[in-house]
């Protein structure tokens, strides 16, 4: 079974950018499609985004002038990053293995979550 | 973006009962509906794909149903670990969007 690891900065000041990885161990990152989901502490899941290892990602609108989603074969892992971060985007961030089908999918494997607070 | 709630948002319930939650989304999306569960501090955890497909590991006590706009997760004994919050996920058309969520606690 996949396994993830996110790993990142805890905390990240206003205006500037969040680096995320996750790490995949148990698989391949050629075998799956990945994908990014948030949660504000207290609140609902939000999806950010997927991609494969080729193509185009797909990330969700209220996001897209902002976010980037990348996979890097070699090193089996895939990355976030979001811009022009505002106190909003305090939130546990996680990374999951999308299993796509039909244009459609479900999140079978998930990393433990990585908490990104927006403070100066 | 397509729209979920969840009835109820919370409910209590004790050891044994059947506990059943209703995800009714906004427009018909087949069955493309998926659940998790999340503990306190944990990554939610799928239970159910494509309505009614449990999946690989999750006991046989969870169940799912329906199509279109309206869905349901069943719980046929609860036990003391599926204290939890529930979450339905729309996987129709991106963004892929979830309910709001259900807390199911001790009564």
């Known amino acids: 079974q996949v396994q993830l690891q996110e790993s990142g900065p805890g905390l990240v000041k206003p205006s500037e950018t969040l680096s995320l990885t996750c790490t995949v161990s148990?698989?391949?990152?050629?075998?799956?499609?990945w994908s990014w989901i948030r949660q504000p502490p207290g609140k609902g899941l939000e999806y950010i985004g997927y991609?494969?290892?080729?193509?185009?990602?797909n990330y969700n609108p209220s996001l897209k002038s902002r976010v980037t989603i990348s996979v890097d074969t070699p090193k089996n892992q895939f990355s976030l990053k979001l811009s022009s971060l505002t106190a909003a985007d305090t939130a546990v961030y996680y990374c999951?293995?999308?299993?796509?089908?039909?244009?459609?999918?479900?999140?079978?494997?998930w990393g433990q979550g990585t908490l990104v607070t927006v403070s100066s | 973006d397509i729209q979920i709630t969840q009835s109820p948002s919370s409910l209590s319930a004790s050891v044994g009962d059947r506990v059943t939650i209703t995800c009714r989304v906004g427009?018909?999306?087949?069955?493309?509906l998926n659940w998790y569960q999340q503990k306190p501090g944990k990554a939610p955890k799928l239970l159910i794909y494509?309505?009614?497909s449990l999946q690989s590991g999750v006991p046989s006590r969870f169940s799912g149903s329906g199509s279109g706009t309206d869905f349901t997760l069943t719980i046929s004994s609860l036990q003391p670990e599926d204290f939890a919050t529930y979450y339905c996920?729309?996987?129709?058309?991106?963004?892929?969007?979830f309910g709001p969520g259900t807390k199911v606690d001790i009564k």
């Open positions: 991609m494969y290892y080729t193509g185009s990602p």
């Open positions: 999951a293995s999308l299993y796509y089908f039909d244009s459609s999918g479900y999140l079978d494997n």
């Open positions: 494509v309505a009614s």
């Open positions: 996920q729309q996987s129709y058309n991106t963004p892929f969007t």
């Open positions: 427009q018909t999306i087949s069955s493309y």
């Open positions: 148990g698989g391949s990152i050629s075998s799956y499609y």
